[in-house]
């Protein structure tokens, strides 16, 4: 019988502040996608829905509070051969100010900019998403 590979749910957050600017983390440098900016977000830990595994994830990596019912739904991303599989979502409300915990940087971008960042692979279609959702 084959062995299939078992997805990995990812989840990820277009924080987006009253400017309309997106905030992204860039990735620490080595590993095959360090130094390549990213939505934040995470693995779904078992157990969790993928709306409370993004706010543990914003609450550890940006050091912000994000309640679940805040979160939309705006894309997802796999890719061939791939067994990640990343469900972006946005939120405009959190409570605290993120700070750069795990990651080599964040920043905050227009939209129309995000094509011009060297992201991974899979961030580029909820990007696309991102954009022609706000």
Not at 41 to 46: F, H, L, Q, R, T
Not at 47 to 52: A, F, K, N, V, Y
Not at 86 to 91: G, H, Q
Not at 93 to 113: K, S
Request: charged share 20%; with cysteine; aromatic share 6%.
């Amino acid at each position: 019988m084959p062995n299939f590979p078992t997805d990995i749910q990812v989840v990820a957050a277009a924080l987006i502040d009253p400017a309309g600017r997106v905030l992204m983390q860039q990735r620490k440098p080595g590993g095959p996608i360090g130094g390549l900016w990213e939505f934040p977000g995470g693995k779904v830990e078992p157990g969790e829905t993928l709306q409370s595994a993004l706010a543990r994830e914003i609450a550890e990596e940006l050091g912000v509070a994000v309640d679940p019912a805040d979160l939309t739904a705006v894309g997802t991303a796999r890719e061939p051969g791939n067994p990640h599989v990343i469900t972006l979502y946005t939120c405009r409300r959190w409570t605290g100010e993120p700070q750069c915990l795990c990651e080599a940087a964040i920043a905050w971008y227009e939209p129309a900019v995000l094509f011009s960042l060297p992201m991974p692979p899979l961030d580029v279609p909820l990007a696309r998403d991102l954009i022609s959702s706000i």
